[in-house]
């Protein structure tokens, strides 16, 4: 991102391109209003900057306003009919004054009022430059901006509602709560150094230990419940793996709820991997169902084998789907080497048409007694709550799960908070080794320091850049 200064006005189409029944372009900046006057021609025929804030007003986008405002097919003036809303600063997303421009949702509409709106001497935006101001003008700390970002990603009930509460400050509060202890300590380290004879009621070494483990103990719960926030923020990746004409495909589209992936009784059908999100159970999961796992001589068959290996590898958890029908052949020995080392559920499919005891059996043989394993009939719809109810318990084991106030879903915030914990445990050391209180109170500073790296009050300005870089130009 380039260097950007905040005396431009900036401008964007804010709504997805395409057909649709509205777009928006924003403006934000000094020039909003007196760019809004230029081009827009209101039907009381009052200017847009002599309107008050949060007030809407109807009328078109012009080339020249001065020119009949009524439309008519020999007024070519016109660009389109809008809805115009007038934000005054500070009460806005950005604390600057903002012009929204309501058009018609067609890609030509959009950019020929984006076009009036630069020519008149906005800027174009760069991404994420709207969110980014308002966090340089004070309205949000960094991580409110991240959760915007989330709020518009997620995929899942759950992770919408830990972006809201993200959005509203919660883990921003928590956050200055940690703060505020570490610098309760670092005052009261610092005060036995310069004021070592006034008398000072101070804390004791082992006040202070005790506070900095109860500090310490916070931490590491907020960095454990990562493993959860993870999963909620980005989801997982999951592969439906099993030998040809297992039941693969089928499968696909049940999770999916839709009939995304052929299928036909024809083994091979699929032959490269086949990649959609699904929301199952609350957990986003990028599902990819891949090629069956076999040897071939057909140079098509051996690349989707290769990518399926592939897809294997990258994969947080493997759904081994096995033929009831069939029973457990050489093919599903084959797999289950292939994926041993993996997180897996064991689906025995087609349970309609022959009992599955041969194929647990031997599937528990190479996983183990403790393997997920579930039986049912994609055709007869059998047991697929059972499989939910299994992909769900694979997913949250042995995972942390703080309250959602205190959840850590995004990795930036993880590291910094590792850091944290980090300079607290030299802090203790140090205290542990009776070294002087200014070198603790060092170390607590550090500690305070990574901390604001979270909500922004201390980072670099790349680091900065980097983050409103994933942003959509108009956000």
């Excluded at 067609?106 to 076009?115: A, D, H, N, Q």
């Excluded at 430059?129 to 700390?141: H, P, Q, V, Y």
């Excluded at 883990?171 to 570490?182: F, T």
């Excluded at 689906?347 to 059996?361: G, S």
Aim: proline share 3%.
């Amino acid at each position: 991102m380039l260097r950007i200064s905040l005396d431009d006005t900036i401008a964007a189409i804010a709504t997805p391109i395409g057909e649709g029944g509205i777009g928006i372009v924003r403006l934000s900046g000094k020039q909003a209003l007196s760019i809004a006057d230029e081009i827009f021609a209101s039907k009381d025929g009052k200017k847009a900057s002599g309107h008050g804030t949060h007030t809407t007003h109807y009328g078109w986008i012009m080339k020249d306003t001065a020119e009949p405002r009524e439309p008519s097919t020999e007024n070519r003036n016109i660009i389109d009919e809008v809805i115009l809303t007038v934000m005054r600063a500070p009460k806005t997303y950005t604390k600057e004054d903002v012009v929204e421009i309501n058009c018609h949702g067609g890609i030509v509409p959009l950019k020929k009022v984006l076009e009036m709106v630069l020519s008149c001497g906005a800027r174009l935006a760069e991404p994420g430059e709207f969110t980014k101001r308002a966090f340089l003008n004070g309205r949000i700390d960094l991580i409110q901006a991240e959760a915007v970002l989330d709020v518009v990603k997620t995929k899942t009930r759950k992770g919408l509602d830990i972006a809201l509460l993200q959005l509203e400050g919660n883990l921003s509060k928590s956050i200055a709560d940690l703060k505020n202890k570490l610098m309760d300590i670092k005052v009261h380290l610092e005060a036995t150094v310069d004021f070592p004879d006034e008398g000072l009621s101070l804390y004791s070494a082992k006040e202070t230990f005790v506070k900095l483990n109860a500090i310490k103990a916070d931490l590491e719960g907020f960095i454990k419940s990562f493993d959860s926030g993870r999963i909620i923020r980005e989801g997982i990746s999951s592969v439906i793996c099993g030998k040809p004409n297992a039941g693969k495909s089928s499968l696909m589209n049940e999770l999916l709820n839709e009939e995304r992936v052929i299928v036909t009784p024809i083994p091979g059908t699929t032959r490269d991997a086949i990649c959609e999100y699904a929301n199952v159970g609350g957990i986003s999961l990028n599902i990819v169902d891949t090629a069956g796992i076999t040897e071939t001589k057909d140079p098509v068959e051996k690349e989707g084998v290769i990518r399926s290996r592939l897809w294997i590898d990258k994969s947080d958890l493997v759904l081994f789907v096995m033929d009831a029908g069939t029973g457990f052949t050489d093919e599903d020995k084959h797999i289950c080497d292939v994926i041993k080392q993996k997180e897996v559920i064991c689906i025995v499919n087609k349970i309609d048409l022959n009992n599955p005891l041969a194929c647990r059996e031997e599937a528990r043989k190479h996983f183990g007694k403790d393997i997920p394993f579930v039986e049912i009939s994609l055709l007869k719809k059998m047991n697929l709550d059972i499989l939910i109810k299994a992909i769900t318990d694979a997913v949250w084991k042995g995972k942390a799960f703080a309250n959602d106030y205190n959840i850590l879903t995004n990795a930036r915030h993880k590291d910094s908070f590792s850091r944290t914990l980090d300079f607290v445990n030299e802090a203790i050391l140090s205290l542990n080794k009776g070294q002087s209180e200014d070198i603790i109170a060092i170390s607590i500073n550090e500690a305070i320091l990574s901390l604001g790296e979270v909500t922004g009050e201390s980072i670099s300005q790349e680091a900065l850049n980097r983050i409103f870089e994933q942003f959509c130009v108009g956000k």
